[in-house]
């Protein structure tokens, strides 16, 4: 059972649109989500993170909109850049277990110039 | 900031012996890493949570036998493939959870195991 359903597997945008990638979760005991960026061959690197008492956080070009009603939240990337060309994943943890990060399945965003 | 050290990045052995891959945590203490497993093109499996000074806790379907992990103080952790054949080829990234403050995630640069 897949607990957090990332979309669109892919997504190709030009220099300055702003890509939104969605992620939706099950578990309600989830009570932080982060998004990673990862380059071919590296280990994920953190973008931006949230919990739940917010509904959207921003930092730089990146902003998250959090849903927990609908237990949803998406990613957005103003301004987007060739370099921000990367696998993005969501993921979630509940503090109240084992800490484990559940991730989506990623997103492949390609930015053309 | 947090960073954890992953080393090495890329490995290349013969089928049937044995790869240790580190991570360090340098500027904390991590009571708790986890291993991943990645694919090509597909997101990160988790293969083990590692808390420092106790047994590493394995998710269903991965040999704790193949895959031994050691978590001997708050700022290493190892993981060994032992008899490594092709099919344990991969890319393994170690992760570790900050113990203080806001509690977040940091992973390490991850390891290209190839088995030949």
């Known amino acids: 059972q897949q607990q957090v359903k990332q979309s669109p597997q892919s997504l190709i945008v030009q220099k300055g649109g702003i890509p939104i990638i969605n992620c939706a979760y099950e578990?309600?005991?989830?009570?932080?989500f982060p998004w990673y960026q990862q380059f071919p061959g590296k280990g994920p690197a953190l973008l931006i993170a949230?919990?739940?008492?917010?509904s959207e956080k921003k930092e730089g070009r990146f902003t998250i909109s959090f849903n927990k009603s609908a237990k949803q939240f998406s990613l957005h990337i103003m301004d987007s850049q060739p370099g921000d060309s990367a696998t993005y994943f969501c993921?979630?943890?509940?503090?109240?277990?084992?800490?484990?990060?559940?991730f989506g399945k990623g997103t492949k965003l390609s930015v053309i110039p | 900031g947090a960073v954890v050290s992953q080393h090495p990045s890329r490995v290349i052995c013969k089928s049937g012996t044995s790869v240790k891959i580190e991570c360090r945590s340098l500027?904390?203490?991590?009571?708790?890493m986890f291993w991943y497993r990645q694919f090509p093109k597909q997101s990160l499996m988790l293969m083990a949570t590692?808390?420092?000074?106790?047994?590493?806790?394995?998710e269903q379907g991965v040999e704790k036998d193949k895959f031994l992990i050691n978590h001997a103080s708050l700022t290493l952790s190892t993981l060994t493939v032992t008899s490594a054949h092709p099919e344990d080829s991969s890319f393994y990234i170690c992760?570790?959870?900050?113990?203080?403050?806001?509690?977040?995630?940091?992973f390490g640069s991850g390891t290209r195991l190839t088995v030949v």
């Open positions: 992760s570790a959870k900050l113990d203080s403050g806001d509690y977040g995630y940091t």
């Open positions: 993921a979630a943890s509940s503090g109240a277990g084992s800490y484990q990060l559940t």
């Open positions: 578990n309600t005991a989830f009570d932080y």
């Open positions: 949230i919990r739940p008492d917010v």
């Open positions: 590692s808390n420092e000074g106790s047994k590493a806790t394995y």
């Open positions: 500027d904390f203490q991590a009571t708790t």
